[in-house]
Every structure is written in C-alpha cells, then in structure tokens.
C-alpha cells in the first residue's frame, strides 16, 4: 500500500471558521510534510515531521497549526484563514526525513471565503 | 526558495513525439528527483538519480545528471497523451536536508 490520503478533497471556509485537515498513511513512514500549492506553482514546504516531532516549521502564520498524533496520522488545523490562503494542500510522506521520494496525497482543494 | 529551474516552462508535442525538460540547480545535492502532477491533484514521484549518478532509465524516461553544471533532464520517449501533465524537478541539499526544495515546473501537453 503506497497510498497517502487525505481528507477532505474540498473545503469552503470562512475566515472565522476552524477547521482540520487530515492525512493517514499507513506505510510506516517517520516523516510527514504538509505543503501549500498556488495555481500553476510548484509546493511550498509548510511542514516537516521526523518521528512524529515538528523539525521544520518554514516561517509558517501561526493560523496554520500541525499536529501529529502517531505516526500514520498528520492533521492541519486552521484557524482565522485569509482568502489568500485558498490553495491546494498536499500532505506527503516518505520513509525517513533524509533523502527519500515522498509519497503525495490527492491534496485538499481549500477556499476560504 | 526555488532551487530548481525548468526548461522550457510549457511544451507541447504531438503523440509519438520525445519531450525534453531541463532542470537547473543552485547548491550541491545529494540526490534529485522529478515528479508529475496531473492538474490539480498530488505528485506522483518518477525517477530519483543521485549525485554519484550521470544517467538512469525507467520505462520510457531517461534522466541525466551533470553535477559541474547543476543540470538535469528528463527525457520521455514515444510521448502519449496521458503523459500530459505538469513535471517538477526536485532536490535535497547535501549535507542530510530534510527539505525537498521543487523547480518552477513544466506543463507538457501530447497532443493525440
């Protein structure tokens, strides 16, 4: 199984909404990234977890918060968003932080309104 | 930041034809990839060549390495339509980067 998922495929929220993304993989892999994509755009780094710990934050508004409750289980939890984070989120996850090919998911088309 | 620059940023070619993507980097690598995205939805990884590597195939795909010149390309053969898609190179600084740094990408168009 090489499949990372996430949920949900779309979201419309408002700026004073609250709301989570989630990403599940279950090929035993130590790292996990989130990572925002603007139209016609390459992804952006938001996040990196190595053995379920934070390791890289890139300078990340603190609307945006990660969590990572086990090891297969990385959630985006977002809060007072601007419309100009409307973006597609990709979470990825590779075997180790070093090095690896990651593994994408479908990414959660988000708008926020 | 943008470590990797592809080359040309859009390209479209008739079925059957070979598309050529170049790749251009700025800091010392141990490893670069290239990915493919289909619109809107996640990468999906292509072929990984290390920095100790000047070529390696995969099925229809040829990837080169000239680490002197920071430069990669990827070359696929006998193009189809379902290649159509935008294509990223990708790459991990030397030195144990845990951060994988994506060019500007290309978007391919075969034309059946």
């Known amino acids: 199984d090489t499949e990372v998922t996430q949920t949900p495929k779309h979201l419309v929220m408002g700026m004073t909404n609250k709301k989570s993304l989630k990403c599940e993989q279950h090929m035993g892999h130590r790292a996990m990234y989130w990572y925002k994509q603007k139209a016609k755009k390459p992804p952006e780094l938001m996040f990196v977890?190595?053995?379920?710990?934070?390791?890289i934050n890139e300078s990340v508004p603190s609307r945006f918060s990660p969590e990572c409750p086990n090891s297969s289980l990385l959630n985006l939890h977002l809060h007072a968003l601007q419309p100009e984070d409307s973006a597609l989120y990709l979470c990825?996850?590779?075997?180790?932080?070093?090095?690896?090919?990651?593994?994408f998911g479908a990414g959660t088309r988000l708008s926020v309104l | 930041s943008q470590q990797g620059e592809e080359d040309p940023q859009a390209l479209s070619i008739q079925e059957g034809e070979n598309a050529t993507m170049n790749c251009s980097y700025k800091t010392s690598i141990n490893n670069l990839q290239w990915y493919r995205q289909n619109s809107g939805r996640g990468l999906v990884h292509l072929i990984l060549i290390r920095s100790n590597e000047r070529e390696k195939h995969s099925g229809r795909l040829r990837v080169t390495l000239d680490t002197s010149k920071k430069s990669s390309s990827l070359l696929i053969t006998a193009s189809r339509a379902a290649d159509t898609a935008s294509y990223f190179c990708?790459?991990?600084?030397?030195?144990?980067?845990?951060?994988?740094?994506f060019g500007k990408g290309m978007k391919l168009t075969v034309n059946p």
């Open positions: 990708a790459t991990y600084s030397q030195g144990g980067s845990e951060k994988l740094v």
């Open positions: 977890y190595s053995y379920e710990k934070l390791s």
């Open positions: 990825a996850s590779s075997q180790d932080p070093r090095s690896n090919i990651q593994y």
